[in-house]
C-alpha cells in the first residue's frame, strides 16, 4: 500500500492478525493441503472448509458449511487488480491458514443491536460477511462461530477483537 496520510499512532492492527500470544489451533486438514478455491478468499474473514478427497478447499462461503475456521493473516494475499495499492485476496490455489481456536482481530461488516463485550460472532455463509451482535438465535443464513466480541465496542467497518479461547 503507498502511504498517501500519516497518523500520530499506528493502527492497533489489520484485520487477520493475531490478537493475542494466547493458544491458537489450526483446523486439521484431511490430506495436508489447504488451498483457496478459484474465486479466492479473504484475510481476517471466516470460512469452511471443503474436503474432496484430494485437496481441502477453503470457501469463502458455503451454503452448507460444516467446518468453518478464521483465515488468519500471513501477508499472502496478492495484488492482482491493475493499479490497486493493496488486497486480502488469497488467490485460487494458494495455501491458506485456517485456525479453529485463537484471538484474532477481525473487520466487522454487520451489527444487530448495540454489541458489547461478549457478543456473539456470526458467519453469513451466503455472502462471508461477518456480523456481530447478541447471542441467541442468529439469522437463518449464518452460523454462530463460537467466538465473542472482546473488544469494548463494535461498529461497522472498525477492526474489534474475537476469541474463542476462553481467556
Known amino acids: 500500500m503507498f502511504q498517501n496520510q500519516v497518523y500520530i499512532n499506528p493502527a492497533q492492527a489489520v484485520a487477520g492478525d493475531f490478537a493475542s500470544s494466547n493458544p491458537m489451533i489450526y483446523k486439521l486438514s484431511g490430506n495436508g493441503k489447504m488451498v483457496a478455491v478459484a474465486e479466492g478468499v479473504t484475510v481476517g474473514k471466516f470460512a469452511a472448509l471443503l474436503a474432496d478427497g484430494t485437496v481441502d478447499s477453503i470457501l469463502a462461503a458455503a451454503p452448507q458449511a460444516s467446518r468453518v475456521g478464521f483465515v488468519h493473516r500471513e501477508n499472502n494475499a496478492q495484488i492482482t487488480t491493475y493499479l490497486a495499492e493493496s ?77 474463542n479461547t476462553g481467556a
Not at 491458506?96 to 456470526?122: E, Q
Open 87 to 163: 488486497s486480502m485476496v488469497i488467490q485460487g490455489g494458494q495455501p491458506v491458514a485456517l485456525f479453529g481456536k485463537g484471538d484474532f482481530w477481525v473487520r466487522t461488516d454487520v451489527i444487530t443491536g448495540t454489541p458489547t463485550r461478549g457478543a456473539a460472532v456470526f458467519w453469513d455463509v451466503l455472502t462471508g460477511n461477518t456480523i456481530i451482535g447478541a447471542p441467541g438465535s442468529p439469522p437463518a443464513t449464518t452460523i454462530d462461530t463460537g467466538f465473542i466480541l472482546v473488544s469494548e465496542a463494535a461498529t461497522v467497518g472498525a477492526v474489534v477483537k474475537i476469541s
